[in-house]
């Protein structure tokens, strides 16, 4: 199954600033989508990008805050930006397997905004 | 919205004794999918459903889909330490977009 690397695994930023995290996946796949784990809650999907388009965001969360990129089919960003404390948590990339029988999660980025 | 509900949120149990948790929709599923997180880890994939009916063992683990495809369980037997985690249920939906319940959280007193 694919190898996704993700990084980075934490970071500690000051609010008002911007994060940009990196997904890199060892084979080529047509989606991959970003997922945010609030502390002690369960995943909720941000966007889906897809290579060569924008990306579909889900509802509550927009480009202007969650800017997402997909320059090739192994490669996304996503942008935290003008972070606030309420952006501190878990963000972590995922592909589906070439199957399309099982979603792999990158190790995740935990992001704590102070 | 589409919603998956979980339940327990939490489980306490001693090492020895069964678990089980319990996923239910309001509309049918194309399929289930279930993933254990460890703390600090991220989710890592068991098992995907998609039959209605089916049943699904992995040594001490045994899932479930309902008949009518709405619902799942998930039962573990005789845990052990090594069990701790956050179990989800997720609607599997279309093109790796999960929609996730919000997780059972097993601790296991050895």
């Known amino acids: 199954s694919a190898v996704i690397s993700q990084k980075p ?15 890199q996946v060892d084979s080529q796949v047509t989606m ?22 924008e990306a579909t965001y889900e509802s509550g969360f927009v480009i202007d805050k969650f800017p997402i990129s997909r320059p090739n089919l192994t490669f996304s960003t996503l942008t935290v930006s003008n972070m606030s404390p309420e952006d501190s948590s878990i963000y972590l990339c995922s592909v ?19 | ?10 489980q306490h149990v001693q090492e020895g004794e069964d678990f089980t948790t319990y996923c239910n929709s309001s509309t049918t599923l194309s ?20 039959k209605s009916g089916e049943v699904k063992k992995q040594k001490r ?9 709405k619902n799942s369980s998930l039962h573990i037997t005789a845990t052990q ?26 601790s296991v007193k050895p």
């Open chain 1, 9 to 23: 695994s934490r970071d500690i930023c000051q609010r008002g600033t911007s994060l940009t995290i990196q997904c």
């Open chain 1, 32 to 53: 991959m989508f970003w997922y945010r784990q609030q502390p002690g809650q369960s995943l909720t999907l941000i966007a889906t990008a897809n290579q060569g388009s």
């Open chain 1, 96 to 114: 589906e397997d070439q199957f399309g029988s099982r979603v792999l999660f990158g190790s995740g980025t935990r992001l704590t905004v102070v």
């Open chain 2, 1 to 10: 919205g589409q919603q998956v509900m979980q339940i327990p949120q939490y």
């Open chain 2, 31 to 50: 399929n289930i999918q279930w993933y254990k997180q460890r703390p600090g880890g991220h989710p890592v994939f068991l098992i995907q459903l998609v």
């Open chain 2, 61 to 69: 683990l045994t899932f479930q889909f309902g008949e009518a495809k």
């Open chain 2, 81 to 106: 330490t090594t069990d701790v985690g956050t179990y989800f249920c997720a609607d599997g939906g279309s093109q790796g977009n999960l929609i996730f319940g919000k997780g059972t959280k097993l």
